[in-house]
């Protein structure tokens, strides 16, 4: 390929919506420009990456005996109406009428889809297990779309999905999947790790995320110290805190001026943080929820979601705050309507004993609060939001905490949806049975973006080399001197008869900006000929990821050192 005919507009400013590097740096580097908040074009150099990355996912699925299909991108409301999903996916789903008025979605995920196609063709258990699955673009009309391609509304998504006849088989088709996926963002050059994860909306039960580990990323995991246990914060479970066991006074009501925050009442009653309860006030659709937590512990939203069976949290407002019969700054689990409203308190607190906590009126609090005694919740559950230091879940370690972005998903669904959508099969005894299912993604564009984040210094991106869109580019220093020229278009052409992926810059610029260009897009090998390197005989090698440079001399072998040389990288 000729740079010269390359299309990859470079930019020189930083665009001023791009918070991150690789949002930053895809942009300027020319691989894609925004259609829209969250839609992109992926630019020739964008795409190569793309191709790059679905080939390294397609070797590894076929690996495993997935097979690949291309669902509709349109799918009616029927099947999705049939799962029980299209009333409660809510806001994010894209919907859409035709001429007729009938209604469908641009698909965010495709179990129903699948599901619906594999129930009216599989009949028997001798046609199980199967794998199938599909790259294509899924359509999510995201609250926040941010980032870039971390988090946006069109994104390039490779999901699969097992049909196994029980369990057991269901456990293989995953553990297959799982090392897949190991192997897939391993050879993408990704620093990643297995977490286990909370299945959120595509739902069933047993799940682990990818993390690219990252700081820019959006989720937050934690790892032991000394076991290989990793979660993501939100699934993160806790072991309850065993409290020391104190005589149980009487609750008694005191005034607390002005104190709205959990520290203040406590610097102002002179009590302990962990003697104390902290609210939180969520509203969901089935009504306001209130949280309590130990003073000094977090409340963590995903397992209050799942403890109360709910879709969506808000933080509550005053006037909802005033119609559960309580005040902000001052809320408390005592003297509250549990038919109206939600009391959900966390194991710990249960445990505790002499605890002050919110009296449901501005400036007052309660002192000398015994959970078990003085109010009955609707829910007690671990709700609590893991922190860095806590105990590890599974050994004697402690957790340390990390940043990450999820590049991809694998879930056991069993048969949360074969059961609504009758997937079912005949077993050896002809008796008709749900088939197990399991069901994988991974984000094709997210993790362009992610490998970004983890490769880039000032001057540009540093592509791995399983997917740079080229692996060398040849830059003559002078397009007009026939000599170089001549040099460089000899050494262009043998790399690129020797199958190499190789540039040539043979625009009529500057050497600055071609070098600046070349740091910026992340080319892995720059190869430099100039009257200066040809002065003796040799090319100028450089190393994007290392800085390291070297001459190479341009005899019968250079092609094949230059070969050698990139082999050596990663
Ligand atoms: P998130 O928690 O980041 O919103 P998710 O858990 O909803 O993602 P899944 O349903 O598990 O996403 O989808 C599979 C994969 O698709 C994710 O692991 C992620 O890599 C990718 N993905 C999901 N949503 C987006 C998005 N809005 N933009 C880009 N990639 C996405
Ligand atoms: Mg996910």
Known sequence: MRVSKLYAPTLREVPAEAEIASHQ???RAGFMRKASGGIYTYLPLGWRVIRKIEAIVREEMDDKGAQELLMPIVQPAEIWQESGRWDVYGAEMWRLKDRHSRAFCLGPTHEEMITTIVRNDVRS????????????????????????LMRSREFIMKDAYSFDKDEAGLEVSYKGMYEAYANIFKRCGLVFRPVEADSGAIGGSGSHEFMALAESGEAEIVFCDSCDYAANTEKAELHL??????????????VTPDCKTIVDVCSYLKLPIEKSIKAVAYQSEKGLILCFVRGDHEVNEVKVLNTCDVLELEMASETALIEGNTVGGYMGPIGIDTNKVMVVVD?????????????????????????????????????????????????NGKVEKARGI?????????????????????????KAKPIFMGCYGIGVSRTMAAAVEQYNDKDGIIW????APYHIVVVPVNVKDVETMEAAEDLYIKLKNAGVQVLIDDRDERPGVKFKDADLIGYPVRVVIGPKTLAENSAEVKMRKSGEVQMLTLDGDCVQKLIEMLEKID
């Open 25 to 27: 740096l895809l942009l």
């Open 125 to 148: 258990y001798r046609q199980l297990p199967i794998n199938l699955y599909q790259i294509q673009d899924k359509f999510r009309d995201e609250r926040r779309p941010r980032f870039g």
């Open 241 to 254: 805190i065993k409290a020391e066991t104190e005589t149980a006074l009487d609750k008694e009501e005191v």
């Open 347 to 395: 194991q710990n607190v249960m445990e505790m004993s002499n605890l002050c906590c919110g009296a449901n009126k501005e400036g007052y609090h309660f002192i000398n609060v015994n959970p078990n005694k003085d109010f009955t919740p609707t829910h007690v559950a671990d709700i609590r939001l893991i922190q860095e230091g806590d105990p590890c879940p599974h050994c």
């Open 406 to 430: 999820e590049v991809g998903q694998v879930f056991k669904l069993f048969t949360k949806y074969s059961e609504p959508l009758k997937a079912t099969y005949l077993d050896e005894n002809g």
């Open 464 to 467: 791995p080399k399983s997917i």
